[in-house]
């Protein structure tokens, strides 16, 4: 009688084991969501920006705002963007306002940073004279939030006088808002 006893605990000992096995949970971890880079450059920009012109040994400050669009396929960045610029009166320059129309092509270096190639055309007007220009350059832009940067560029200006390729460089610092 003992030995049936045994058996029978040893039989409800291993089964309700197994049964209790098989309700055990194990916890599965979530795949990781990844974004392409480049995803926070892609659309709708606005901002304003400062800088200074340098011609001849002579500067002249420049406030202005941009407007402009993005396509982004990661890595690749592609742009347009139009600048309004009015630049300050000095000894050595009069006030002029400008429009400015930009293409750039670059690179999403990582999720935060977009350096890029631009160029386009405008125009210029001042108060005795106006003309057409073209630019050259280069920048980067840097994400500080979501839908905020602070962005960079260099461009070389050249005007149809028939001179040099390019009379003078321009150099500002902006913030745009993402939209």
Request: charged share 20%.
């Amino acid at each position: 009688m003992f030995r049936k006893l045994a058996l029978a605990t040893a039989a409800i000992a291993l089964t309700g084991s197994a049964a209790m096995a098989a309700d055990l949970y194990i916890p599965e971890t979530p795949m990781p969501i990844v974004e392409s880079a480049g995803v926070g450059f892609e659309g709708l920009y606005a901002g304003v920006q400062l800088g200074g012109y340098y011609e001849d040994e002579d500067t002249q400050l420049m406030i202005g705002g941009v407007i402009g669009y993005n396509f982004a396929s990661a890595p690749v960045l592609a742009g347009v963007e139009l600048q309004g610029n009015y630049f300050f009166e000095n000894d050595n320059f009069d006030a002029a306002g400008e429009i400015l129309a930009l293409a750039k092509l670059g690179f999403v270096v990582t999720d935060n940073v977009a350096i890029y190639a631009t160029g386009g055309v405008g125009y210029v007007w001042e108060e005795n004279d106006d003309y057409a220009e073209f630019a050259l350059g280069v920048g980067a832009e840097f994400k500080v939030t979501e839908d905020m940067s602070i962005r960079g560029d260099i461009l070389g200006i050249g005007y149809d006088d028939g001179g040099d390729t390019f009379d003078g460089a321009r150099a500002t610092v902006g913030v745009l808002w993402s939209f």
